[in-house]
């Protein structure tokens, strides 16, 4: 009998796991928030997954649960747990996912690199914060943020004077004197085996990644020893099982710093498919069902993803792909079954080789067949 994986969520991630499943013999179930989604292929069921008796009744005829995203509420999660459900990564790693004041603390704990953090609860212990720092500092909301959201710079306390009347702590960071960013990701199963994949550049546009760039060039074998290093702590000192993606940050006196860590493939990752013996989604499959990890190298010298950032206003994306394919042909495009939208991430282009421009050029040439 096959073994049965659901994934929580259905969203292009969930989606980019159906081909290393099929091609694994694993069946992939995948619950929905609705109908039509990017993972509708696999979608075995739609409901609610922060209604515990539909996460339940889904994971009943699975072997293990894993998700699409780190929304799934601690109650739930547990209620899995509780039921005698395998749920990788499990609700003590998640939160650490969920809640960006927790990590900070965690990551404390652990001694991992990162930039200078407080709690703030009112405008004066933020406006402290502020002043002990230069007169500039970054807000976040310590849940829900993603790609830009819940993220402000702010150089007075009077610009997060709404989300304080929220109710309930932010998290204030330093403004960090970064080069670039970077991010690197590992894999982890049940019974500990790790394996890490080469540190990437990410370029990051208006909040969201754009491009990544795997390697990362004009990293020194130092700092991409350190950036695994990192990885791997995190992911053992936190019990993540699956994917661990960790963003990071490359200062200008060449240190990394943790910026946000994702349980789960990642964006920065999706150049293995095309780039890597193994794909981020594959080693996410075998991962979490405990079978042995798979080869994390790099295929080709150089590989970069460029995201198709809103698609085309004027047709389908359907409609672009003669001629993205005719004009790069060495290029590897994957859309996901999403209808174009202004900033919204519907799809990417992977292109690898021995040369980094020649291979920067066609990903961005192919990715921009697809825009107007």
């Not at 402000?152 to 960013?181: I, K, N």
């Not at 390697?215 to 053992?236: D, N, S, T």
């Not at 979490?288 to 010298?301: E, I, K, M, N």
Request: glycine share 8%.
């Amino acid at each position: 009998m096959a073994l049965r994986v659901g994934v929580v969520g259905g969203g292009q991630l969930a989606r980019m796991m159906i081909a290393p499943a099929v091609e694994l013999g694993v069946e992939l179930r995948v619950l929905a928030e609705e109908e039509g989604m990017s993972a509708s292929l696999a979608a075995s069921a739609v409901g609610d997954y922060r209604d515990a008796e539909t996460i339940l009744a889904f994971a009943r005829d699975v072997d293990v649960v894993t998700f699409d995203h780190e929304h799934v509420p601690q109650d739930v999660l547990h209620a899995l747990v509780d039921a005698g459900v395998a749920v990788h990564p499990g609700p003590d790693a998640l939160q650490y996912a969920q809640d960006k004041l927790a990590m900070r603390a965690k990551l404390d704990e652990l001694g991992m690199p990162q930039p200078d953090w407080a709690s703030v609860s009112d405008e004066a212990s933020l406006q402290a914060f502020i002043d002990d720092h230069g007169g500039r500092a970054v807000v976040k909301t310590p849940r829900g943020g993603y790609d830009g959201k819940g993220v402000r710079v702010v150089s007075a306390a009077s610009e997060a004077a709404d989300w304080l009347a929220d109710g309930g702590p932010l998290l204030a960071e330093q403004l960090v004197d970064f080069t670039r960013e970077l991010a690197q990701q590992v894999a982890r199963r049940p019974s500990g085996d790790v394996v890490a994949y080469p540190v990437v550049e990410t370029v990051q546009r208006d909040g969201v990644c754009a491009e990544v760039i795997a390697p990362a060039p004009h990293a020194p074998e130092r700092l991409a020893e350190i950036a695994a290093q990192v990885g791997v702590a995190i992911a053992e000192g936190l019990g993540v099982t699956g994917m661990l993606a960790v963003e990071l940050f490359e200062t200008t006196d060449q240190r990394i710093l943790v910026n946000e860590l994702a349980m789960r493939p990642h964006n920065s990752g999706h150049w293995t498919q095309d780039g890597a013996w193994t794909s981020q989604f594959e080693q996410h499959l075998r991962a979490v069902l405990d079978l042995p990890l798979g080869d994390p190298s790099p295929r080709a010298a150089w590989s970069v993803m460029v995201n198709i950032l809103g698609g085309p206003a004027s047709d389908s994306l359907d409609a672009r792909f003669a001629a993205a394919m005719a004009d790069h042909p060495d290029a590897k495009i994957h859309t996901y079954g999403k209808a174009p939208r202004p900033g919204r991430k519907v799809g990417h282009v992977n292109v690898t080789g021995d040369d980094l421009d020649d291979v920067t050029y066609d990903a961005r040439s192919a990715a921009s067949h697809f825009l107007d």
